[in-house]
T-cell receptor, first 116, second 111 residues
Framework: GAVVSQHPSWVICKSGTSVKIECRSL??????MFWYRQFPKQSLMLMAT?????????EQGVEKDKFLINHASLTLSTLTVTSAHPEDSSFYIC????????????FGPGTRLTVT | KQEVTQIPAALSVPEGENLVLNCSFT??????LQWFRQDPGKGLTSLLL?????REQTSGRLNASLDKSSGRSTLYIAASQPGDSATYLC??????????FGSGTKLNVKP
């Protein structure tokens, strides 16, 4: 089956620094990937849609200059949290689409970010 | 905007009981609905995917139904086991392949 990986699985960084999270589709090509954020005891909230070769589309209320998304290839999307603050501490999950006929999404295992 | 609601928010049952989790959505123009399981601190495990043209899907002890016109889905778990304890999320797929998630039902199955 389709596998999506994320790296790192967890990261701790100091306030004011930037951290990059990678999302890879291991056995299929994904022209579109999605980034979600999940706060403790809450559901997943879509942050942005990452499109290969073009700019990401951000959901309302998500700062595009703070959460930089790059979709450099058909198998890799990165999310960079710039000038991180403690309130950015969260669980970040990416997903990649399968065939357009099914609209099924395959989710990565998530990255736990803690900003101190 | 699509709103997805899950009821109940939490459920505690003794082992062996059959149970039903509910999911409702406000916009019936969906491509599919998917049920996921999430263990604490972990990612999502896909359980069942129902296409918009389908009425139900079954996998082992799990059965999910979809009534698109009324904006409802149910996940039926038969003969629950302690290993079923987790948070169950439903999500619908709308335009541009966007997923909209419910807030989840936290299930605890007591031995």
């Amino acid at each position: 089956g389709a596998v999506v990986s994320q790296h790192p699985s967890w990261v701790i960084c100091k306030s004011g620094t930037s951290v990059k999270i990678e999302c890879r589709s291991l056995d299929f090509q994904a022209t579109t990937m999605f980034w979600y954020r999940q706060f403790p005891k809450q559901s997943l909230m879509l942050m942005a849609t990452s499109n290969e070769g073009s700019k990401a589309t951000y959901e309302q209320g998500v700062e595009k200059d703070k959460f930089l998304i790059n979709h450099a290839s058909l198998t890799l999307s990165t999310l960079t949290v710039t000038s991180a603050h403690p309130e950015d501490s969260s669980f970040y999950i990416c997903s990649a689409g399968g065939t357009s006929a099914s609209y099924e999404q395959y989710f990565g295992p998530g990255t736990r970010l803690t900003v101190t | 905007k699509q709103e997805v609601t899950q009821i109940p928010a939490a459920l505690s049952v003794p082992e062996g009981e059959n149970l039903v989790l509910n999911c409702s959505f406000t916009d019936s123009a969906i491509y599919n609905l998917q049920w996921f399981r999430q263990d604490p601190g972990k990612g999502l495990t896909s359980l069942l995917l129902i296409q918009s043209s389908q009425r139900e899907q079954t996998s082992g002890r799990l059965n999910a139904s979809l009534d698109k016109s009324s904006g409802r889905s149910t996940l039926y778990i038969a003969a629950s086991q302690p290993g079923d304890s987790a948070t169950y999320l439903c999500a619908v797929t709308g335009n541009f392949n966007k997923f909209y998630f419910g807030s989840g039902t936290k299930l605890n199955v007591k031995p």
